[in-house]
């Protein structure tokens, strides 16, 4: 059975017991697909190897879009190249609801996928015309998102996408994901995620294509390292303190040029670039305080300081903060109590430890060329919970500081 006639057979009311089977399988027995397999065979005899192998394969996509995107797949339909750039319901959520906010009613998705921004603008209320080239992608994205209108093609071909315009109003807009991991590069060992593709005009299609889309309103989802061009703003979007993408607008969609969505669990915090100046403080005092990853890509540490009187940075090259008093909270601050600077060179450090009584610790050193697993190893610690080496920089030269976490702090 060739590819397009699995993916007809996944789909169907044939598979349904199938993928029953080899969901419920693989809860009980997360790492034996031979478990999985046998038992798929036992309640349908007469399936293929092609079959049970399609139904192993969607069981254990699904448990991996819950358990690494915290999606409710279990009635979707999935590939490995279009989960593992799947986007977070909330994250995607919030998207669609800036859209509409803007006055949109339609969507042009260009590069659809298996259709999770899909289905969060259509949940908004969104019209949505999805393009997705994949013949057998294009198929599960229309199951997993039924009421969109899914085209068969290539977003790039000049007369489709004139004829797609054509459909929109200019308050609509033209939504792109471009591809950023080549499915035929090397995969991580552990991940087994191809490796991303850092050069935006390596992407499919490339950052030169989609900024040249000729309509007033185009949405993009980027990389995190993305740096927008002028004329667009952009929202980096944080989860659980990793920064998990940045959508651009080429339009004013945001009361801001730059900002940070902080998802918590049932909220986001905005906190968007000010363009004020940053103060530098005169000496560590007795909190450090490490900004939200998504904050420090936006700029908008000055909003965390204007949200917090007495707040500085610790140097002009350095991503935290000091204050004197415990920070207020809705910043998107991780703070922890300074126990004492530890100075001299790693013999002299590792001594200091010792007398504070720091066996086990956390390092935290990105801003500077240090790796955490070797100053562990130099300053004979494992790594644990209770202490954190803070190492940044002030006046031009690495500074260390040994501090616990706020929640650890003496009532």
């Known amino acids: 059975m ?112 298996l259709g999770f921004d899909t289905r969060a603008f259509l949940e908004a209320g969104l019209d949505v015309v999805c393009v997705e080239r994949d013949p057998t992608t294009a198929r599960f994205l229309a199951h997993n998102a039924p009421r969109a209108d899914v085209i068969v093609g290539d977003a790039t071909d000049a007369r489709l996408l004139a004829d797609l315009l054509g459909r929109l109003d200019e308050d609509d807009v033209v939504f792109v994901d471009p591809a950023r991991r080549d499915p035929l590069a090397p995969r991580g060992i552990t991940s087994m995620r191809a490796r991303p593709e850092r050069d935006p005009e390596r992407w499919s299609p490339p950052w030169a294509y989609v900024a ?115 920070p207020p909270a809705g910043l998107g601050l991780r703070s922890y109590r300074v126990i004492a600077e530890i100075l001299g060179d790693r013999k002299h450090q590792r001594r200091d430890l010792e007398r504070h009584g720091v066996t086990r610790a956390v390092v935290k050193c990105r801003d500077t060329a240090d790796d955490p697993v070797s100053v562990l190893r130099t300053l004979g610690l494992l790594e644990g919970p209770g202490h954190v080496l803070v190492m940044t920089r002030r006046a031009g030269r690495t500074v260390s500081y040994l501090a616990e976490p706020a929640s650890q702090r003496p009532a």
């Not at 394969?57 to 991996?64: E, F, I, K, L, N």
């Open 2 to 113: 060739g590819c397009m006639g699995t993916a007809a057979w996944i789909c169907s009311p044939e598979a349904d017991v199938a993928l029953r089977v080899a969901q419920a399988t693989l809860a009980e027995h997360p790492t034996d697909p031979l478990a999985v397999g046998t038992a798929v065979r036992r309640a349908l005899p007469g399936i293929s190897s092609d079959q049970v192998a399609a139904a192993i394969q969607q069981a254990t996509m699904r448990r991996a879009a819950a358990e690494r995107y915290a999606i409710d797949a279990r009635d979707l339909f999935l590939t490995r190249d279009g989960l593992e750039q799947a986007t977070r319901p909330a994250v995607a959520a919030r998207r669609a609801g800036l859209l509409t906010a803007a006055g949109a009613q339609t969507v042009l998705d260009l590069t659809a996928g």
């Open 212 to 326: 040249a889309i000729p309509h007033p309103r185009v949405a993009a989802k980027v990389a995190p390292s993305f740096r927008p061009p002028v004329g667009w703003q952009a929202e980096w979007a944080s989860v659980q303190r990793t920064v998990v993408e940045c959508a651009v607008y080429s339009w004013p969609a945001l009361p801001v040029a730059s900002q940070a969505a902080i998802f918590g669990d049932d909220d986001v915090l905005v906190l968007g670039a000010t363009g004020d100046d940053v103060p530098v403080a005169s000496a560590v005092a007795t909190w450090l305080h490490e900004p939200d990853p998504a904050v420090l890509r936006a700029g908008a540490v000055s909003a965390v300081i204007d949200g917090s009187p007495g707040m500085a940075m610790v140097d002009v090259d350095s991503t935290w903060l000091t204050s004197s008093t415990a």
